[in-house]
């Protein structure tokens, strides 16, 4: 009873400096920097109560599912619109050899181009919004965990992980913006092309896109990994060292009193460590919560796509099921792209919280 | 399944009368065979019916757009006519005339899909152009 009665002012005292050190990061910003749906998405998340990372990410998960329209009826549509294609087509080629097959696989493919364009457009600018808005997210979420971070005894790593984090994260969304959605595009024109009119140049040109694309994200993605780790890892070490040598020269340079400051400045680095870690979780439900919906959204259409492919493959509709498996490719791409944002900021906040936390 | 045994039937039966009368009057080989291939033609319509009737349900239920979509059945109707009509000059033995129904069906056809083609090239400015 005794302990606990002393232990409850300590309590408070920790509290309060908890919110004081929130106040002074300005993590109000964080809530603020998202767009209106992933704020309704992320509720009331405290960032000085804190709260369990799993509920948070399922009770996201199920409102987005639950409360937001994905398209489901639109991927439907635009799923028996192709099935009609395809059984349109299929009926033409098993009357028609040659060159009149030729001529119809060449309708049916403009046919499917027509029909999967434009929602293809809309998706690729749903993915180019998400990036966008993660990017916004970040440049306040970034800030405020490498302040966290660096008020937790870990300046040096903080200021190099936030550096790196940045920079490749802008990066990412510029190359995005100027490259990786144009070859995004000019992959599904060259599938289409290349269904129809079968010359080996549009083949070539389109599995070059493909490979650059696939190539450039994956670089991108071990290239920021495995950087942002060394960074962490080194600088945290020297953090580390830094600490104990403080405290060392604390606890023996002041007479009589230095062990106990020394132990009052582990609990204001705790504090700060608690809200590193309030901090990484936000961050973490905050991109899932801007990624989440177009996430579901591409996805649903990714699926809608991979079960034509199988439909036309099954009506041996040779050109058309080749084009489809254009567009579904094409489709892979726009979500491995928003995929690698999310997956940046994530990445990020981890390294942040294991380097913050160790 | 039976219907489609009277067809191979009825199949079979103007073949053997079409190989008879090859040797004595190939005119009366020429029309047996154009006669059994219009039968033949004319019941498979009728097999079509059920694929017709849901694709015409699938067109419902999507709401297809039947200027864009139209478009196919008609260069498919085109190029199915001229492949047969194509077939059975070649089995007359007229080639050269196989050849320019050939040809003309696929202008007719090219004329079909002028305005797939011009919606293809819109949307292929559109995406990326923009």
Known sequence: MIVVMCMLPLITFAEGRLEEQAAMLQTQTLTDSLPANARDLVGDFSLSTGTEFGQEFISIVKKAVHGHSLGFDAAVKDGKKILWVVLFSAVGFAVSEGPTARVISVAAVGTLFIITSSGLNSLVSLGMAAAEDLRVFSQSLLPVMASAAAASGIPAASAAMYAVSTAFLSGLVTLMNALLIPLIRAHLVLGAADAALDIALFSSLKKFVEAFIKMTLKLSMFGFTAFLLLTGVVSGSADAISVKAAKLAISSVVPVVGSMISDASETVLVGAKVLLQSVGIFGMLGALSVLILPFLKIGLRYLMMKISVFLSMAFQTEKVSSFLADVEKTVAFVLAVICCCGLFVFVSCVCFLRVGTP | ?130
């Open chain 2, 1 to 130: 399944m039976e219907p489609m045994v009277k067809l191979a039937a009825c199949g079979i039966i103007a073949v053997i009368l079409s190989v008879q009368l090859k040797n004595r009057s190939r005119e009366m080989s020429f029309l047996i065979s154009l006669a059994a291939c219009t039968v033949i033609l004319f019941t498979g319509l009728v097999m079509f019916s059920p694929l017709a009737d849901f694709m015409n349900r699938l067109s419902k239920a999507a709401q297809i757009d039947h200027a864009t979509l139209g478009v196919l059945k008609h260069v498919c109707a085109v190029m199915v006519l001229t492949n047969m009509v194509s077939s059975f000059c070649r089995d007359a033995g007229e080639n050269s005339v196989g050849q320019a129904i050939e040809f003309c069906g696929s202008l007719a056809a090219a004329g079909c899909a002028l305005p797939l083609l011009d919606a293809v090239l819109e949307n292929i400015s559109g995406l990326l152009g923009g």
